[in-house]
């Protein structure tokens, strides 16, 4: 096995797909002879050459179009959105095109297309490249949201994603695409979307996370042993749909949860999680069900990120109100 | 504006293109089609089983027997040129108005009900029938047909894709993008403005500084064409032209046809006499298709009343029988509708769908 960031696994992702399917193109802006503004697309052009891998003009609304038409003729599009925030430019072909597909044709055409995209803070981008936007994709029936928070989830979760029939939103935080290494095998392997990952087990309360705050949550959770108290960690992983019957399970067994985001508290996913354990299992809680979230302000310029995005301390303090409610 | 030499120099190149004159007079020989004297016929007798199939569209929507409805009386030379010109295998992409298009491309009638009226039905379109769903948002097909025509081309097929809008639509900005990606591309894609003068109620000239739409393949970099959209023959030669340039390897086409709907821009209430003139109507029905074809034909000897009444009555007969056809289509159910959102359902929907099993066994 091979020690991998996930920018690498990602890029081994796209390797493994396009060699194994003629059917999947790669494409978007500055992703072939430059490989990516972060190199996720990195020799794969060189590789499989200009027809599979390409760039295409700098038009995003362009680039979901060509890929939702490609995708009724049979091809298995790869777009990248070159930072997330710039999904509204495509926001159409995304949401009102893609995500219809299987509906307004009765189930005649689908349209399998990967969309990804860099997005998340920490990482000092300009204006409208880390919001989080999964909130506003997963509220969009007919898409499935993925956001991956380690290299070998991230490897697995894309091929899934690129062998799905359905579009799919795949996001990728920025803060993680070099910040480690780990193993991750250097054949092919799927994960299943939709499937939540228990990353840590415990038995007192039980913090529901994906992405970056997956690295944030744990390291609260090592705090919060020292003070005796044993937090599960449950990673999403899939943002939409959620996997409730993971979260439902571990609510029944730790009787108290904390739901963590980086967006803001008023984007969906959090809420979504928060209404489902209200719906389920609202009678194994011993306390509400609190969040730990972003201000419900538009993304901060880069001097305020640090502040504004939640830390490993404020899943700590959360944590502790919801033990001691 | 006072315009540029420049400017002006580019726009008086953009010339109607035309073969017939409002009198049915061939004023461009070195341009007629070779079209049999068969195929012409079957040109007019499309024209007149669409006006017939409009005007009881549009009674059967008063009488709320039809859902949704855009009128195309006054486009049929447009709209049935333009697809005469394709191959079985091409691909549409229409917009909502496109349904004669999708119809002769094999879209059966019935199921073109079934749109309207909002029943998935409609959407299914049948095997080896290359035509998607008429599009709502105004432009959206334009980028999609790059990339139906990159796949066309990629899979070597020999086809091109289609597709259509208004003038309203050439002020999408992914108009601009569709044929900018097509052109870079190279694909072989047609991309069709039917200029019928008003977007609703906004005229075409509030639309853009622009002289024509054609004009517009400038800066995409692609052949731009404008063609007396009353004039079938000239829609339909400009088409063919266009799709051979695209199988031939030089690239996507604009064609702008000059056109102009008698109705409604559709029948959920709009009153086109709140921005038109009965003149500028009178004016514009005088370029009427099927007059200026009807005498063509006739001064060939290829038309008569008699066969005109027998395809009037054919109509009627085939919209009466498709009306019957789409009354008696299933129910729509909420859990169909459920069961096609993903190919497989997930957790959510599965649980939903066992709710509205429930409610719809009540």
């Given amino acids: 096995m091979a020690q991998m960031t996930m920018i690498q696994a990602i890029t081994d992702a796209m390797r493994n797909e396009l060699k194994n399917d003629e059917s999947v193109l790669v494409f978007g802006e500055d992703v072939g002879q430059n490989g990516g503004v972060f190199r996720a697309t990195e020799g794969l052009q060189k590789e499989f050459g200009e027809d599979r891998v390409f760039d295409t003009p700098l038009a995003e609304s362009g680039i979901g179009g060509l890929a939702c038409g490609l995708s009724v003729t049979g091809f298995r599009p790869v777009m990248e959105v070159q930072f997330f925030g710039f999904i509204f430019e495509t926001f159409d072909a995304v949401a009102a095109q893609m995500a219809r597909m299987r509906y307004r044709s009765g189930g005649v055409y689908n349209s399998p297309v990967t969309i990804r995209g860099p997005f998340g803070g920490g990482v000092k981008t300009p204006e409208l490249h880390a919001d989080s936007l999964e909130g506003l994709m997963a509220q969009t029936p007919g898409i499935k949201v993925v956001i991956p928070a380690t290299p070998y989830d991230a490897k697995g979760l894309l091929i899934s994603a690129i062998r799905d029939n359905d579009p799919v939103v795949f996001l990728e935080h920025m803060k993680l695409y070099r910040s480690f290494r780990e193993e991750v095998p250097e054949e092919e392997y799927t994960i299943e979307l939709g499937k939540a990952d228990v990353k840590r087990e415990g038995k007192d309360i039980t913090i529901i996370t994906y992405g970056a705050m997956v690295h944030s949550s744990l390291k609260a959770a090592e705090e919060l042993e020292k003070d005796g108290i044993d937090a599960e960690v449950i990673d999403l992983r899939t943002v939409s749909p959620i996997d409730v019957d993971t979260i439902i399970e571990s609510v029944e067994k730790t009787n108290r949860a904390i739901v963590v985001q980086e967006a803001q508290k008023q984007a969906g996913i959090a809420a979504n999680v928060v209404a489902e354990i209200s719906d389920r299992a609202i009678l194994s809680l011993e306390a509400p069900v609190l969040r730990v979230t972003a201000p419900d302000t538009v993304f901060p310029f880069g001097a305020a990120e640090d502040t504004w995005l939640p830390s490993y301390k404020d899943i700590v303090e959360k944590s502790k109100q919801v033990i001691e409610f | ?362």
């Fill in chain 2, 1 to 362: 504006m006072e315009k540029t030499k420049e400017l002006q120099q580019i726009e008086s190149q953009f010339e109607t293109f035309q073969i017939l004159n409002e009198n049915g007079e061939v004023v461009n020989e070195d341009a007629m089609p070779d079209l049999s004297d068969e195929e012409l016929k079957e040109l007019m007798t499309r024209m007149v089983y669409t006006r017939i199939w409009d005007q009881r569209a549009i009674s059967l929507n008063r009488q709320g027997r039809l859902g949704f409805y855009a009128p195309v009386a006054g486009q049929e030379a447009s709209m049935i040129g333009s697809q005469f010109a394709l191959d079985k295998k091409d691909w549409i992409l229409p917009g909502y108005r496109d349904i004669p298009q999708i119809v002769y491309h094999g879209v059966p009638m019935d199921q073109a009900f079934l749109w309207s009226r909002g029943h998935y039905g409609g959407g299914q379109m049948p095997e080896g029938v290359n035509v998607m769903m008429p599009q709502i948002i105004i432009g959206a097909q334009i980028t999609q047909t790059a990339g139906v025509a990159m796949g066309l081309k990629r899979n070597d097929t020999g086809t091109i894709a289609i597709t259509y809008t208004g003038d309203g639509g050439a002020s999408q900005g992914d108009f601009y993008e569709g044929m900018n990606f097509a052109g870079a591309f190279n694909v072989p894609a047609v991309f069709v403005v039917q200029n019928n003068r008003f977007a609703i109620s906004v005229p075409v000239e509030k639309q853009s500084a622009a002289k024509t739409i054609a004009q517009k393949a400038v800066a995409a970099g692609i052949h731009g064409v404008q063609v007396d959209g009353m004039d079938i023959l000239a829609v339909y030669a400009m088409t063919k032209e266009a799709r051979q340039r695209g199988l031939d390897g030089n690239g996507p086409t604009l064609i702008e046809t000059l056109t102009y709907r008698y109705g409604p821009h559709t029948m959920a209430g709009d009153d086109p006499t709140r921005y038109r003139t009965s003149d500028e109507d009178d004016e514009w029905e005088k370029k009427d298709p099927l007059v200026r074809f009807r005498k063509f034909l006739e001064s060939k000897d290829l038309w008569s009343e008699d066969e005109e009444n027998k395809i009037v009555d054919q109509a009627k007969e085939d919209i009466k029988e498709a009306i019957k056809k789409a009354d008696s289509a299933p129910k729509q159910k909420v859990t169909d509708l459920i069961g096609f959102m993903n190919e497989e359902l997930p957790q959510n929907l599965k649980e939903q769908m066992e709710q509205y099993k429930e409610k719809e066994s009540k």
